[in-house]
């Protein structure tokens, strides 16, 4: 049997953001993305579904998530935001940053299970 390493990158690893992403949810997204960054996942995808608005504090969570998974070699895309979540990475640019993805294009990757916020 051959131990599992840093260098075997997980492909998927998807946290799910139920409610706003905003200063008060900040610290526990955090938490998550922190555990699905230590995977060393080729991506990570952010369920934005049921997220109805994210603020300036998520944007900040968002932008440094993807930062830390570009430098790990992986990448961080949002899937299904709202129109008013839209409407925020839209002002904050983050659209040209990082990928939005509609629920199908995942939804065939079938991740283990969601990480819940």
Do not use: F, W
């Amino acid at each position: 049997m051959v131990p599992a390493t840093a260098a075997q990158a997980v492909p998927l690893v998807e946290v799910q953001v139920k409610g706003d992403l905003d200063a008060q949810a900040a610290p526990e997204v955090n938490r998550l993305l922190e555990e699905a960054l230590a995977l060393h996942p080729e991506q990570i995808v952010v369920d934005l579904a049921d997220c109805d608005t994210i603020d300036a504090a998520g944007i900040l969570l968002l932008l440094d998530a993807h930062r830390r998974a570009v430098r790990d070699g992986g990448a961080v895309a949002l899937r299904s935001p709202s129109e008013r979540a839209r409407r925020s990475l839209r002002l904050a640019k983050l659209d040209r940053i990082m990928q939005l993805l509609p629920y199908a294009v995942v939804e065939e990757l079938a991740p283990a299970g969601p990480v819940v916020a």
